[in-house]
T-cell receptor, first 112, second 114 residues
Framework: DSGVTQTPKHLITATGQRVTLRCSPR?????VYWYQQSLDQGLQFLIQ???????AKGNILERFSAQQFPDLHSELNLSSLELGDSALYFC???????????FGPGTRLTVT | QQQVKQSPQSLIVQKGGIPIINCAYE??????FPWYQQFPGKGPALLIA?????SEKKEGRFTISFNKSAKQFSLHIMDSQPGDSATYFC?????????????FGTGTRLKVLA
């Protein structure tokens, strides 16, 4: 168990809908990262936060947004969902930027 | 644009064999190279990592070999066991303090036969 928690574990929703994925980092970690893992694809970096501030963006769609709250938990919001958004979404945390990342168990999103 | 190329995509070895997974990169600014192990239904877990000023690092049965001039690095699993069956990802870190981010390879699905 990495100490990173993600909820929900599974999410099934329809196209056009909006969902929110939640992540709680390990105790003491200030950095949170979000990744998307599609079938037969590697981990695609989406966005990272450090102590509430956005620090880097990857291949994150404009329909997606995220934030890190004062208690350091983070939420990833996905809107106007499309079938192609079906994937595993992982959150990772680290003590500081660039340090070893510890991954949560992921949220499996299915868009029907 | 795939900045870290990983091969092979899948690998099957007999128990006791030494699977080797390779990664290649172009960006010479990468400064840290971790490997992750992912079991089905779980998140990736850090396995072992290396910095470019070191040519080899061993942790238990896992060894990273790093060739800076060739811009390649590889993971070797000694005396592989069925419990090592998982997907392995290489990664590379880029950026500066305050902006670091990781680029992942596409993964190698390893199956170790009993």
């Amino acid at each position: 168990d990495s100490g990173v928690t993600q909820t929900p574990k599974h999410l099934i929703t329809a196209t056009g809908q909006r969902v929110t994925l939640r992540c709680s980092p390990r105790s003491g970690d200030l950095s949170v990262y979000w990744y998307q893992q599609s079938l037969d694809q590697g981990l695609q970096f989406l966005i990272q936060y450090y102590n509430g501030e956005e620090r880097a963006k990857g291949n994150i769609l404009e329909r997606f947004s995220a934030q890190q709250f004062p208690d350091l938990h983070s939420e990833l919001n996905l809107s106007s969902l499309e079938l192609g958004d079906s994937a595993l979404y992982f959150c990772a945390s680290s003590v500081g930027l660039g340090h070893e990342q510890y991954f949560g168990p992921g949220t499996r999103l299915t868009v029907t | 644009q795939q900045q870290v190329k990983q091969s092979p995509q899948s690998l099957i070895v007999q128990k006791g064999g030494i699977p080797i997974i390779n990664c290649a990169y172009e960006n010479t600014a990468f400064d840290y190279f971790p490997w992750y192990q992912q079991f089905p239904g779980k998140g990736p877990a850090l396995l072992i990592a290396i910095r470019p000023d070191v040519s080899e690092k061993k942790e238990g049965r896992f060894t990273i070999s790093f060739n800076k001039s060739a811009k390649q690095f590889s993971l070797h699993i000694m005396d592989s066991q069925p419990g090592d069956s998982a997907t392995y990802f290489c990664a590379a870190r880029e950026g500066f303090p305050g902006t670091y981010k990781y680029i992942f390879g596409t993964g190698t699905r390893l199956k170790v036969l009993a």
